[in-house]
């Protein structure tokens, strides 16, 4: 029960390119547990969103361990263990929504009634029941990306990686988003990797904030957040809030002085 | 149907430019006839006239002009006499007979669809090969370009005359003009297409550690929709090209082709123009044909907002 999710030990990863290498990751340490709510923020070029590619197995590493569910992040991707949420939608345009959610219960080879019944749950999950039959382009660009999070929802993996989903929105479709996600979460007790570029979305979010800085990528700051877990939208206005916000934007500034 | 008024004044424009260049165009011809007739043309005898241009003699004889659109084999000939002569030889003539521009568009047609449908199946199964192996990736593309650098009016005959030596005549040799014409396109746009999908979208499939063939069904194939009817529009119209190329040099009896041919060598204008008229409505209607396949397709598959 205790063992961590997901365990980074050591995490090297370096680019070859032809201007060089490019050392995306440096000495990376973290452990994420069961039921975990994680923030990677931090400015382009930190490494946030490769790190969170190296535990989809979608990056390799070139030096130290990294486990996702106790086994290598290659592994665990072929044993599905997670569902991934990209920066854009990317719902297939020749799909309906339902069509685009039932994608990967296609490749997975679940039966047909199970499909229905999954559709049918996570729609309602991410307040989109009633648009199953609709095409991407008759939804909204807030839309679009729930119904790409119910996506990653339909085949039941415990983790959620979460690549600045909402990133391209704008922020008051953002709030209420981010939001539901909250809820989501609270009832669906999934472990949560979640990249942002967003001081109030991270801390907002998260239980743990992962401050990172660029050239080399690494970890300056892990914020263990005091908040509870019941988050209405204005406990950003609470002390407690402004002050964990204060030390996410101090390890940011400290990250930038280095260089 | 917003585009019939530009279309029709376009269609309006090179009509009338057709008629104004019938006179000049048939005047020579017009006032010999004149002559044999028993009328007075100016100047008097046919060497001094042909240091006339066609405009400068219809100046010095207006009262030809109206004989100018009727002559029996002009030069140019006049667009009602390309018009009687088509209904004459597509609505009037059984369609069984060898004087019928139907029997003879079928022909053409029937040549050209086997040989669209050949190079269409060539193509895509050549753009799969391009995209998922990388030697023919490296191979194939060039030899592809290079094909089509090749005038096709001196392929075909070597073609159909080596398929002839063994044996194969008819539809088939004129089918595989067609089909060369018309894979090229269908290659071009399908390796687009295949290769559409973004970086997102193929790593959204391997987090779901789809298999290759999954991938191709589920992302490449259907993504590579719009691009194929693209391809095939130009296709089509490649292959009409095609067969009737393939009619031209080698003595063929029937097709547009050998309509073509037959007016040329017989000095009868009016079957070469209304040979030509028709394989051009024809071409127009294939492409307009796979218009509306793609925008049905399209919209059923929900790529177009309806």
Redesign the interface.
């Known amino acids: 029960m205790n063992d961590p999710i997901i365990a980074a030990r050591g995490l090297d990863l370096t680019f070859k390119t032809n201007d060089g290498p490019v050392h995306a990751l440096k000495d990376v340490n973290l452990e994420i547990n069961k039921g975990d709510f994680v923030s990677f923020i931090g400015p382009s070029g930190c490494g946030k969103t490769t790190f969170l590619r190296c535990m989809?197995?979608?990056e390799t590493p070139t030096a130290g361990t990294l486990t996702v569910n106790g086994m290598p992040p290659e592994e665990a991707?072929?044993a599905?263990a997670?569902?991934?949420v990209?920066?854009?939608a990317?719902l297939?345009?020749?799909?309906?929504i339902g069509g685009n959610i039932r994608?990967?219960l296609?490749?997975?080879g679940f039966s047909k009634a199970d499909q229905a019944e999954r559709v049918e749950r996570v729609l309602e999950l991410v307040d989109l029941a009633g648009f199953e039959k609709k095409?991407?382009?008759q939804l909204s660009g807030g839309m679009q990306q729930r119904a790409s999070i119910a996506r990653a929802l339909a085949f039941d993996a415990d983790i959620l990686l979460m690549d600045e989903p909402f990133g391209a929105l704008d922020e008051i479709v953002r709030d209420h988003l981010n939001e539901q996600l909250l809820q989501l979460w609270a009832r669906t007790e999934k472990t949560i990797g979640f990249v942002t570029h967003s001081i109030p979305e991270a801390v907002y979010l998260s239980t743990k904030i992962v401050v990172m800085s660029p050239r080399p990528g690494r970890i300056t700051d892990v914020i263990e957040s005091p908040l509870p877990k019941e988050r209405p939208l204005d406990i950003r206005d609470s002390a407690e809030f402004i002050e964990i916000a204060h030390r996410v934007r101090d390890g940011l500034r400290a990250g930038h002085l280095d260089d | 149907m917003k585009s019939i008024l530009p279309v029709l004044t376009v269609v309006g424009a090179i009509l009338l430019l057709w008629v104004l260049a019938v006179v000049p165009m048939n005047m020579h011809l017009t006032a010999d006839q004149a002559q044999r007739d028993g009328l007075v043309v100016s100047p008097e005898t046919p060497a001094a006239r042909q240091e006339y241009s066609g405009l400068g003699l219809t100046l010095r004889n207006p009262g030809l002009i109206a004989a100018t659109f009727v002559q029996e084999r002009p030069r140019l000939p006049s667009p009602h006499q390309v018009a009687v002569e088509m209904w004459n030889t597509i609505v009037l003539k059984n369609i069984t007979s060898k004087r019928s521009l139907v029997y003879h568009g079928w022909v053409t047609l029937s040549a050209t669809l086997l040989g669209f449908g050949i190079g269409t199946g060539l193509g895509i199964l050549l753009a799969v090969g391009i995209v998922y192996n990388r030697a023919m990736d490296m191979s194939v593309m060039p030899w592809a370009i290079a094909s089509q650098t090749i005038p096709i009016l001196a392929l075909a005959p070597m073609i159909i005359v080596m398929l002839g030596s063994i044996g194969i005549q008819g539809l088939f040799p004129k089918a595989i003009i067609s089909a060369y014409l018309s894979f090229f396109p269908v290659v071009v746009g399908m390796v687009k297409g295949l290769r559409s999908p973004d970086g997102?979208?193929l790593?959204?499939?391997?987090?779901?550690?789809?298999s290759a063939s999954?991938g191709f069904w589920?992302?490449r194939l259907?993504?590579s929709?719009p691009y194929l009817f693209t391809s095939l529009k130009i296709g089509i119209s490649a292959a009409l090209v095609g067969a009737i190329v393939a009619e031209l040099p080698t003595g063929a009896r029937a097709g547009f082709g050998a309509r073509m041919l037959v007016g040329d060598q017989y000095g009868q204008p009016l079957v070469t123009w209304a040979a030509l008229f028709a394989a051009a409505i024809t071409a127009a209607s294939l492409v307009g044909l796979f218009s509306l396949l793609e925008r049905l397709t399209l919209r059923r598959?929900?790529?177009v907002?309806a």
């Open positions: 989809a197995g979608l991707r072929k599905r997670y569902g991934y990209f920066q854009a990317g297939y345009p020749w799909r309906t994608l990967p296609e490749i997975m095409f991407p382009w | 997102m979208q790593d959204l499939l391997r987090t779901y550690h789809a999954q589920k992302l259907p993504a929709v598959m929900g790529m907002q």
